[in-house]
């Protein structure tokens, strides 16, 4: 991903800012729509949607990004950046975009399979999937199936924070579960609206 065309939109945008744009952390925010999407609905399999995430584990990611502690090559300098511009602010502006759920096809017999599957998120996730911020868990819903299968993934292999006992449950519980079965728990939750 080009770093500089991002930098350089950084640099440009406050010179066409006008609408949507005006509020509060939306200029930062541009530089994250290469990969995440304008308004940050990603239409991409791989990467996540910001918009509408919870301020509180939007915050989370970035500081975990920042300190190298969920490693991720992609997003440490973009995280880095955020907290230097005010990751309250730009928190807040993806909070503000109405979550549209990923518009990757979804196979309906992968999605009834993963609905059999999914009782064991519950009692985290909430039968919803929208989350729990007392507990610190968030919301599965409608995110991109291929990013939700890839995260259980690195939990099942400890490279998710690798380490971190505050999430230790999570990682166990995807170590009791098959390859096989994340596409079918990753169709299921991004089908949840
Ligand atoms: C070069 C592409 C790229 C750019 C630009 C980028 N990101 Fe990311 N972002 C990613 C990838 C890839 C991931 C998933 C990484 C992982 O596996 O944890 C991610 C994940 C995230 C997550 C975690 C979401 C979740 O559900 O846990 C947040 C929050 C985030 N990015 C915010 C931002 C913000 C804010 C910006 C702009 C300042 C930004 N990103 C710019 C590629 C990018
Ligand atoms: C013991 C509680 C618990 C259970 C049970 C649980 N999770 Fe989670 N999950 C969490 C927590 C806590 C996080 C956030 C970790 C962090 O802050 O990095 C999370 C994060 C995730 C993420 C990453 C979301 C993102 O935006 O990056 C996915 C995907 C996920 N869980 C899927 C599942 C699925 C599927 C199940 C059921 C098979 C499940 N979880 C069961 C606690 C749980």
Redesign the pocket.
Known sequence: ?PTLV?LLLLLLAPAVAAGPLDAPGAT??L??S???GLGGQSPSN???I?AG?APW??KK??QD?AAGK?P?P??EP??K??LQFGVDE?AAY?AGQARTPSPVKLDAAAVERGRAAAAQCTVCHGASGKGDASKGV?DLTG?PPG?LR??ML?FKADR?SPGDDTIKAVKALMKTIPDEQFADLAAYWSSVR
């Open positions: 991903m991002c930062s925010a530089a994250c290469a990969c995440h791989t990467m996540p910001l995430i584990y939007f990611a970035i990004y969920r991720s992609e997003m973009y995280a950046m955020v730009i993806f968030p995110q990013y890839n995260q690195l998710r």
